[in-house]
């Protein structure tokens, strides 16, 4: 079973930056890809980007395309998604998962974390 905790979210003002960190515990070495999603109220979840663990290639949502950055560090089994230039619409619950699909589809991903809360204020 795979474990995942999120954590280095909270209250940021517009233009501010955040950098999230997920720790992967448990059998982990059958998902090739950690992803981040998030969820705003009232929205489904949707894709930010993802992470190939193999290689380190990535993949970004449109929407946080250029401002936005995966990394790993394989020794402490953590991923982070560095957020810059954080806007108001960036406010949502963040959740790491992990799978073996290069989908940004929520349903396609097997293991997931609790979340942590981002709101962006303007």
């Known amino acids: 079973q795979v474990q995942l905790v999120e954590s280095g979210g909270g209250p940021v003002q517009a233009g501010g930056s955040l950098r999230l960190s997920c720790v992967a515990s448990?059998?982990?070495?059958?998902?090739?890809?950690m992803g981040w999603f998030r969820q705003a109220p009232g929205k489904e979840r949707e894709g930010v980007g993802l992470?190939?663990?193999?290689?380190?290639?990535?993949y970004y949502a449109d929407s946080v395309k250029g401002r936005f950055t995966i990394s790993q560090d394989n020794a402490k089994n953590t991923v982070y998604l560095q957020m810059n230039s954080l806007k108001p619409e960036d406010t949502a619950m963040y959740y790491c998962a992990a799978g073996q699909i290069p989908l940004l589809v929520a349903s396609t991903w097997g293991y997931w974390g609790q979340g942590t809360q981002v709101t962006v204020s303007s």
């Open positions: 992470i190939y663990i193999g290689g380190g290639s990535t």
């Open positions: 448990g059998y982990t070495h059958s998902n090739k890809y």
